[in-house]
């Protein structure tokens, strides 16, 4: 049996027909930048996630780069983060001119370890950027109550976290704004590159307008220098499609977690840990298990798709050479680049499927 890590093409066939007819209204059309389609999705994205504001952008990565600048963070300022997250977090942090600073993860839920963000902050700091590792958000209250008591924005990474929940509220809605990504692998993927910033802040929202667009109002009138940041018409046809099924597909996630964490119960594979203070939309399904590597190797030789995030640690990057961390410096985000692995886990996979991916594994550990 073959497994792939993640089959958009099955995905794709229950919605073909509608995305087809909704990207020809952008054609026929011919309003190929901006229009009443980005405006609809900034709409339901913004309600969606419990915020009056939402601006679309090109990527994930510009959302976390364009809410950055809107905030005025750059040279000489630090920014809070997690060295265990996909590279675009201290990516964008960097670009800006300011340093990412790193603080350890929770090793239960991979998300920054709330308890040592305090210690890191300092006369600089400008920001915290939590990030909701694997479809879970972060522990946001103590993160806000330290913002608040040090006067930080609070840019949360919730590219792989779209409608996730903590303690009622959804990803984005707490911190100064939030990040989402349409990646194709995220759970609300376009046909191609795309983002979108949610706030509730409006002056924050009206600086990121401008920012996405040059700096630009009216015209040719420039107030700062900005960017492209723009998120494209037809990349909000085919996500307007696919959002109505949001929360059935992160539903049928869960679900398939359910599925395999009853499969691993009381065997070595140590399942992915959800508090019960969040609802997670399972973007990946991430176990521990001892000699990793042998795993890995023994699933794609029987024809199943698994992901490696992250093998190496932000801290540890070649380009970050220079912030002076070493091996040992975060032991924990060191830790889960060793151990854990994400499984299928899409919305289409069979219980079949997932009976074959878990008995390989046991075979292999047990
Ligand atoms: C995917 C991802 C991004 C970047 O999004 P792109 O749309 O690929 O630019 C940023 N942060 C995290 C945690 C991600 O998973």
């Not at 350890?104 to 915290?128: F, G, H, L």
């Not at 509730?200 to 401008?210: A, G, P, R, S």
């Not at 990946?284 to 029987?302: F, G, M, N, T």
């Amino acid at each position: 049996m073959q497994v792939p890590l993640l089959d958009l093409k099955a995905q794709y066939a229950t919605i073909k027909d509608e995305v087809l007819a909704k990207i020809n209204q952008v054609l026929d059309s011919q309003r190929c930048i901006g229009g009443p389609l980005i405006e609809e999705l900034e709409k339901a994205i913004a309600q969606l996630s419990g915020c009056k504001f939402a601006v679309g952008v090109s990527s994930g990565t510009d959302a976390l780069l364009a809410s950055l600048m809107a905030l005025n963070i750059g040279s000489g300022d630090e920014v809070i983060t997690t060295p265990f997250t996909f590279f675009a977090t201290a990516g964008s942090i960097h670009r800006t001119g300011a340093t990412p600073v790193f603080v350890d993860i929770n090793p239960k839920t991979y998300n920054i370890d709330v308890s040592r963000i305090e210690a890191a902050v300092t006369k600089r700091t400008k920001a915290i950027m939590p990030v909701h590792l694997f479809g879970q958000m972060a522990d946001m209250d103590p993160i806000m109550a330290v913002a608040k008591k040090h006067s930080l924005a609070v840019i949360e990474d919730a590219a792989q976290a779209i409608s996730s929940a903590y303690k009622g509220k959804k990803a984005g809605q707490m911190g100064t704004c939030g990040c989402f990504s349409f990646f194709p692998s995220k759970n609300l993927g376009g046909i191609g590159d795309g983002g979108m910033v949610v706030t509730n802040d409006e002056k924050f929202n009206h600086q990121l307008v401008l920012m996405r667009n040059h700096g630009m109002e009216p015209k040719y009138y420039h107030h700062f220098v900005g960017g492209n940041f723009r998120l494209d018409p037809i990349q909000a046809a085919a996500l307007l499609v696919k959002l109505p099924h949001l929360d059935n597909w992160s539903q049928a996630r869960r679900n398939n977690a359910a599925y395999y964490d009853k499969k691993f119960k009381g065997t070595p594979v140590m399942t992915p840990y959800i508090s019960p203070d969040c609802v997670s939309i399972y973007n990946q399904y991430v176990i521990r298990v001892p000699k990793r590597d042998e795993v890995v190797k023994h699933l794609q030789a029987s024809g199943i798709g698994c992901e490696i995030y992250y093998p190496v640690p932000m801290h540890l990057q070649k380009c970050f050479a220079s912030l002076g961390y070493k091996a040992g410096s975060f032991p924990e985000a060191e830790k889960a680049c060793r151990e854990v692995m994400a499984l299928p886990i899409y919305p289409e996979l069979t219980d079949e499927m997932q009976d074959y991916v878990a008995q390989t594994i046991l075979n292999f550990v047990s």
